[in-house]
Structure formats: C-alpha cells, structure tokens
Nanobody, 123 residues
Framework: VQLQASGGGLVQAGGSLRLSCVVS????????MGWFRQAPGKEREFVAAITWSSETTYYTDSVRGRFTISRDNVKNTVDLQMNSLKPEDTAVYLC?????????????????WGQGTLVTVSS
C-alpha cells in the first residue's frame, strides 16, 4: 500500500488549502483514513479521520469547525480542506490508513503512511 500526499504550500493566516492523498497498491475496502501533522521539534499528532463509508468523521479540537475530511472510494483518495488557517497549523501533514475500520487518534493504530506535505502559515 502506498500513500502520496500533496497540496501543501505557503499561505497567509486566514487562508485556505486543500490537501489530497492518493492510495495505491493493495487498497482496502473497509479501511479508515486519517490525517496527522508534525511540527518541527514536536510529536506527530492526530488531525482528522474518516471511516470507509464516510458516515463517521472525527477531528482534534483545535481544527474542528475549520477543517473538513472527505474521501472518494472510487478514486481511492482522501482530502483535507483547511480553512481559516492559523500559524500554529504549520507542520508537515501526513495521511495514513489502518486495516481496522474503527476510528482512532493514535499514531500506532495506523498501518501505512505517506511521506507528508508541508503546510506553512504565515502571520
């Protein structure tokens, strides 16, 4: 399973970006997808996750109401729409997938990871 994230860049505070992650290889029909981020010198942290059916989504408190996760199971993609960006959102954003269909915020619950895309928000 390979994951390729894209869409990062430099944006001013208050702006928007849309990240996309393409899953290829042995894709799983029931997997949960997640987005995480890692700022310099900090641990990787959960951002958002979505179940296969898109019936359930979950966000960390700091992004709820500003970010939206979505997926297209035909195209095998998962997107993260990020609005009202803040300087503290600056980080490398990584997409991940897990075999089990349940939602999880734990880094160690996810089985495959993409390489990440850098988001920089200037003040």
């Amino acid at each position: 399973v390979q994951l390729q994230a894209s869409g990062g860049g430099l944006v001013q505070a208050g702006g928007s970006l849309r990240l996309s992650c393409v899953v290829s290889g042995r894709t799983l029909s029931t997997n949960t997808m997640g987005w995480f981020r890692q700022a310099p010198g900090k641990e990787r942290e959960f951002v958002a996750a979505i179940t296969w059916s898109s019936e359930t989504t979950y966000y960390t408190d700091s992004v709820r109401g500003r970010f939206t996760i979505s997926r297209d199971n035909v195209k095998n993609t998962v997107d993260l729409q990020m609005n009202s960006l803040k300087p503290e959102d600056t980080a490398v954003y990584l997409c991940a997938t897990k075999y089990l269909p349940t939602l999880s915020t734990r880094v160690d619950a996810y089985d495959y990871w993409g390489q990440g895309t850098l988001v920089t928000v200037s003040s």
